[in-house]
Protein backbone atom coordinates (compact mmCIF):
# COMPACT_ATOMS: atom_id res chain seq x y z
CA UNK A 1 0.00 0.00 0.00
CA UNK A 2 0.99 3.61 -0.50
CA UNK A 3 -0.43 4.82 1.96
CA UNK A 4 -1.93 8.98 2.79
CA UNK A 5 -0.15 10.49 -0.64
CA UNK A 6 -0.46 14.17 -0.82
CA UNK A 7 0.43 16.40 -4.39
CA UNK A 8 2.22 18.70 -4.67
CA UNK A 9 4.79 18.74 -2.56
CA UNK A 10 5.53 22.22 -2.52
CA UNK A 11 3.37 25.21 -4.46
CA UNK A 12 3.95 29.23 -4.41
CA UNK A 13 0.72 31.12 -5.12
CA UNK A 14 0.15 34.88 -5.93
CA UNK A 15 -2.38 36.23 -3.53
CA UNK A 16 -6.02 35.77 -5.33
CA UNK A 17 -4.28 32.40 -7.16
CA UNK A 18 -7.22 29.61 -7.05
CA UNK A 19 -5.50 25.81 -6.40
CA UNK A 20 -6.17 22.27 -5.63
CA UNK A 21 -4.50 20.26 -3.48
CA UNK A 22 -4.32 16.73 -3.95
CA UNK A 23 -5.29 13.71 -1.18
CA UNK A 24 -5.15 9.87 -2.11
CA UNK A 25 -5.17 6.52 0.12
CA UNK A 26 -5.61 3.43 -1.04
CA UNK A 27 -6.62 1.98 2.90
CA UNK A 28 -10.07 2.16 2.24
CA UNK A 29 -10.40 4.28 5.15
CA UNK A 30 -13.96 5.82 5.68
CA UNK A 31 -12.65 8.67 7.43
CA UNK A 32 -10.36 11.59 5.77
CA UNK A 33 -9.02 15.04 6.86
CA UNK A 34 -6.85 18.13 6.13
CA UNK A 35 -5.11 19.99 8.70
CA UNK A 36 -2.25 22.81 8.56
CA UNK A 37 0.28 23.43 10.51
CA UNK A 38 1.68 26.51 11.42
CA UNK A 39 4.51 27.23 13.81
CA UNK A 40 3.51 27.49 17.36
CA UNK A 41 0.29 26.72 17.02
CA UNK A 42 0.51 22.85 16.18
CA UNK A 43 -1.83 21.30 13.20
CA UNK A 44 -5.74 22.57 13.36
CA UNK A 45 -8.06 21.07 11.47
CA UNK A 46 -9.73 22.27 8.17
CA UNK A 47 -12.29 19.92 6.72
CA UNK A 48 -12.98 16.60 7.67
CA UNK A 49 -15.47 13.70 5.65
CA UNK A 50 -16.76 10.51 6.78
CA UNK A 51 -17.40 9.03 3.70
CA UNK A 52 -18.23 9.89 -0.11
CA UNK A 53 -20.65 12.12 -0.40
CA UNK A 54 -20.09 13.69 3.23
CA UNK A 55 -18.01 16.43 4.21
CA UNK A 56 -18.17 18.92 7.25
CA UNK A 57 -16.06 21.81 8.78
CA UNK A 58 -13.18 21.94 11.05
CA UNK A 59 -11.76 24.28 13.58
CA UNK A 60 -10.12 26.67 10.76
CA UNK A 61 -12.75 26.31 7.52
CA UNK A 62 -12.80 29.82 5.72
CA UNK A 63 -11.47 30.05 2.63
CA UNK A 64 -10.94 26.49 1.85
CA UNK A 65 -13.56 23.77 0.19
CA UNK A 66 -13.74 19.83 -0.02
CA UNK A 67 -15.04 17.23 -1.87
CA UNK A 68 -15.56 13.34 -1.55
CA UNK A 69 -16.76 11.95 -4.55
CA UNK A 70 -14.96 9.01 -3.87
CA UNK A 71 -13.87 7.25 -0.76
CA UNK A 72 -9.98 6.81 -2.07
CA UNK A 73 -9.71 10.77 -2.67
CA UNK A 74 -10.17 14.25 -0.71
CA UNK A 75 -8.84 17.33 -2.73
CA UNK A 76 -8.60 20.32 -1.18
CA UNK A 77 -9.46 23.56 -2.86
CA UNK A 78 -8.45 27.30 -1.72
CA UNK A 79 -10.55 29.47 -3.47
CA UNK A 80 -8.41 32.67 -3.65
CA UNK A 81 -5.44 32.58 -1.90
CA UNK A 82 -4.11 35.10 1.18
CA UNK A 83 -0.64 35.08 2.88
CA UNK A 84 -2.72 34.06 6.02
CA UNK A 85 -2.97 30.81 3.91
CA UNK A 86 0.60 30.22 4.00
CA UNK A 87 1.16 26.95 5.78
CA UNK A 88 2.35 23.39 5.50
CA UNK A 89 -0.78 21.21 5.00
CA UNK A 90 -1.50 17.38 6.00
CA UNK A 91 -4.03 14.98 4.90
CA UNK A 92 -4.85 12.20 7.06
CA UNK A 93 -7.08 9.20 7.02
CA UNK A 94 -8.60 5.80 9.56
CA UNK A 95 -11.13 3.67 9.65
CA UNK A 96 -14.55 4.83 11.01
CA UNK A 97 -14.35 2.80 14.12
CA UNK A 98 -15.67 3.61 17.75
CA UNK A 99 -13.12 1.92 18.89
CA UNK A 100 -9.93 2.87 17.36
CA UNK A 101 -8.91 5.60 15.74
CA UNK A 102 -5.42 5.52 14.58
CA UNK A 103 -4.88 7.98 12.02
CA UNK A 104 -2.48 7.98 9.19
CA UNK A 105 -0.85 11.15 7.40
CA UNK A 106 0.65 11.83 4.21
CA UNK A 107 4.10 13.51 3.49
CA UNK A 108 2.50 17.37 3.54
CA UNK A 109 2.41 20.07 0.86
CA UNK A 110 4.46 23.01 1.98
CA UNK A 111 2.22 26.74 0.56
CA UNK A 112 3.51 29.66 0.25
CA UNK A 113 1.25 32.52 -1.00
CA UNK A 114 3.03 35.65 -1.69
CA UNK B 1 -13.43 23.09 23.91
CA UNK B 2 -10.62 20.30 24.24
CA UNK B 3 -7.08 22.57 24.36
CA UNK B 4 -4.28 20.16 24.73
CA UNK B 5 -0.83 21.14 25.94
CA UNK B 6 2.44 19.81 26.25
CA UNK B 7 5.23 20.48 28.87
CA UNK B 8 8.23 21.25 27.68
CA UNK B 9 8.65 22.74 24.68
CA UNK B 10 11.73 22.14 24.31
CA UNK B 11 13.98 19.12 25.78
CA UNK B 12 17.56 18.52 25.47
CA UNK B 13 19.51 15.75 27.13
CA UNK B 14 22.65 13.54 26.78
CA UNK B 15 22.87 10.30 24.68
CA UNK B 16 21.84 6.91 26.89
CA UNK B 17 19.12 9.57 29.47
CA UNK B 18 15.57 8.48 29.79
CA UNK B 19 13.07 11.44 29.65
CA UNK B 20 9.51 11.86 29.65
CA UNK B 21 7.51 13.88 27.81
CA UNK B 22 3.94 15.46 29.10
CA UNK B 23 1.19 15.82 27.01
CA UNK B 24 -2.56 17.25 29.62
CA UNK B 25 -6.11 17.99 28.06
CA UNK B 26 -8.98 19.67 29.36
CA UNK B 27 -11.85 17.36 28.40
CA UNK B 28 -11.71 14.22 29.74
CA UNK B 29 -14.50 12.43 27.73
CA UNK B 30 -12.09 11.40 24.50
CA UNK B 31 -12.42 8.34 22.45
CA UNK B 32 -8.15 7.75 22.45
CA UNK B 33 -4.51 9.85 22.26
CA UNK B 34 -2.38 9.07 19.95
CA UNK B 35 1.10 9.95 20.03
CA UNK B 36 3.23 11.22 16.94
CA UNK B 37 6.81 11.86 15.96
CA UNK B 38 7.74 14.42 13.08
CA UNK B 39 10.74 15.10 11.83
CA UNK B 40 11.82 18.80 10.79
CA UNK B 41 10.04 19.89 7.30
CA UNK B 42 8.36 15.65 7.64
CA UNK B 43 5.27 14.32 8.02
CA UNK B 44 3.63 12.77 10.98
CA UNK B 45 4.42 9.08 12.03
CA UNK B 46 2.35 7.87 14.48
CA UNK B 47 4.55 5.85 17.68
CA UNK B 48 1.51 4.86 19.59
CA UNK B 49 -2.42 4.73 20.50
CA UNK B 50 -3.67 4.59 23.64
CA UNK B 51 -7.63 3.61 22.90
CA UNK B 52 -9.66 5.43 25.74
CA UNK B 53 -10.02 2.25 27.95
CA UNK B 54 -6.23 1.02 28.23
CA UNK B 55 -3.30 2.80 30.60
CA UNK B 56 -0.56 2.36 28.84
CA UNK B 57 1.13 1.28 25.32
CA UNK B 58 4.70 0.17 24.89
CA UNK B 59 6.40 -0.25 21.37
CA UNK B 60 10.25 -1.26 22.13
CA UNK B 61 12.06 2.07 23.99
CA UNK B 62 8.55 3.68 24.06
CA UNK B 63 5.52 4.12 26.74
CA UNK B 64 2.69 5.85 26.56
CA UNK B 65 0.36 6.13 29.53
CA UNK B 66 -3.09 7.42 29.81
CA UNK B 67 -4.99 9.30 32.94
CA UNK B 68 -7.96 10.20 31.50
CA UNK B 69 -9.34 11.36 35.18
CA UNK B 70 -6.41 13.84 35.51
CA UNK B 71 -6.43 14.31 31.75
CA UNK B 72 -3.09 13.74 31.02
CA UNK B 73 -0.77 11.24 29.38
CA UNK B 74 3.23 10.44 29.28
CA UNK B 75 5.67 9.15 26.61
CA UNK B 76 8.50 7.65 28.31
CA UNK B 77 11.60 7.16 26.43
CA UNK B 78 14.43 4.48 27.68
CA UNK B 79 18.06 5.12 26.60
CA UNK B 80 17.64 8.12 24.42
CA UNK B 81 19.59 7.99 21.10
CA UNK B 82 20.81 10.72 18.77
CA UNK B 83 18.10 9.27 16.14
CA UNK B 84 14.92 10.17 18.66
CA UNK B 85 15.73 13.87 17.76
CA UNK B 86 12.71 15.40 16.26
CA UNK B 87 9.26 16.71 17.41
CA UNK B 88 7.03 14.82 19.61
CA UNK B 89 2.72 15.76 19.21
CA UNK B 90 0.00 14.36 21.67
CA UNK B 91 -3.29 14.23 19.95
CA UNK B 92 -6.52 13.49 21.56
CA UNK B 93 -9.63 11.99 19.66
CA UNK B 94 -12.51 14.48 20.55
CA UNK B 95 -15.85 12.36 21.93
CA UNK B 96 -18.44 15.00 19.48
CA UNK B 97 -20.83 12.81 17.15
CA UNK B 98 -18.39 11.38 15.01
CA UNK B 99 -15.74 10.66 17.51
CA UNK B 100 -12.84 10.91 15.06
CA UNK B 101 -11.58 14.51 15.15
CA UNK B 102 -8.07 15.14 16.71
CA UNK B 103 -6.98 17.63 18.67
CA UNK B 104 -2.92 18.39 18.73
CA UNK B 105 -1.17 19.93 21.28
CA UNK B 106 2.21 22.18 20.22
CA UNK B 107 4.48 19.60 20.40
CA UNK B 108 7.94 19.13 22.32
CA UNK B 109 11.56 19.53 20.04
CA UNK B 110 13.39 17.02 21.30
CA UNK B 111 17.47 17.00 20.93
CA UNK B 112 19.32 13.83 21.71
CA UNK B 113 23.18 15.15 21.72
CA UNK B 114 25.68 12.54 21.37
Known amino acids: NAGVTQTPKFQVLKTGQSMTLQCAQDMNHEYMSWYRQDPGMGLRLIHYSVGAGITDQGEVPNGYNVSRSTTEDFPLRLLSAAPSQTSVYFC?????????????FGPGTRLTVT | KQEVTQIPAALSVPEGENLVLNCSFT??????LQWFRQDHGKGLTSLLL?????REQTSGRLNASLDKSSGRSTLYIAASQPGDSATYLC?????????????FGPGTRLSVLP
Open chain 2, 91 to 103: AVARGDNYGQNFV
Open chain 2, 27 to 32: DSAIYN
Open chain 1, 92 to 104: ASSYSTRTSYEQY
Open chain 2, 50 to 54: IQSSQ
